[in-house]
């Protein structure tokens, strides 16, 4: 059973960046396509990035296309999500999901039901 642990969240003012980290633990972490989500007060959850086990493809949501990259080091069991240029409507708390795949170049998402793993989350608040 894998389980997931998001960290890096914080307050932060516009226009600067942040960096959170996705660590696995309990599975094959190079097994599972993951992904970002993230929800704001009252909104429901927001697809933001999701990566291939291989790494070779990633997608993004169209509010942080060009601002946020998503990586990923296997060896590590960690996700990364550089957020760049962020924008006081980017605070939410911020999820991992991950799924195992078969083909190593499988993206998931955006559809939240892809995954059957879920970190605790992370807040990440932007001032203006």
């Known amino acids: 059973q894998v389980q997931l642990v998001e960290s890096g969240g914080g307050l932060v003012q516009a226009g600067k960046s942040l960096r959170l980290a996705c660590t696995a633990s309990?599975?094959?972490?190079?097994?599972?396509?993951v992904a970002w989500f993230r929800q704001a007060p009252g909104m429901g959850r927001e697809f933001v990035t999701g990566?291939?086990?291989?790494?070779?493809?990633?997608s993004y949501g169209d509010s942080v296309k060009g601002r946020f990259t998503v990586s990923r080091d296997n060896a590590k069991n960690t996700v990364y999500l550089e957020m760049n240029n962020l924008r006081p409507e980017d605070t939410a708390v911020y999820y991992c999901?991950?799924?195992?795949?078969?083909?190593?170049?499988?993206?998931?998402?955006?559809?939240?039901?892809?995954?059957?793993?879920w970190g605790q989350g992370t807040q990440v608040t932007v001032s203006s």
């Open positions: 999901a991950g799924a195992a795949t078969f083909n190593a170049n499988t993206l998931l998402g955006p559809d939240e039901r892809d995954f059957n793993y």
């Open positions: 309990g599975g094959t972490f190079s097994n599972y396509a």
């Open positions: 990566i291939s086990r291989s790494a070779v493809r990633s």
